[in-house]
């Protein structure tokens, strides 16, 4: 039921959350570049995912690029959490969306030459 909520909150910019302007998304997506090829993998695929930023979804990524890469890296791969108070809250929105599988993609399948 939380997962729910975060992800409804995070991702939903019709809820009162209006989306951050183009010049902004540029500018937080320089900020978001990171040291460790990892933590920049996890990033990409959540501007992929959400070509959208709003203002509370800038606010979590600004605030997990203050961390270390290390630290970051610990969060995404599940290995720490962050803190529970809702100073926190944006955050721990922005990185549940952030640790979400990424997309599966099914192989393309040729037709065997043995059918044609």
Known sequence: ??????????????????????RALSKLRWRCRRGLLENDLFVERFFAAHPVVTQSQARGLLALMD???NDLLDLLLRRSEPGSGPE??????VLHLMRAPAPRIDPVHEPSKENA
Do not use: K, N, V, Y
């Open 67 to 69: 961390l270390s890469d």
């Open 1 to 22: 039921m939380a997962t729910q909520a975060l992800e409804a909150r995070a991702s939903d910019p019709s809820a009162g959350d209006p989306p951050i302007d183009e």
């Open 88 to 93: 926190f809250a944006d955050m721990r929105a």
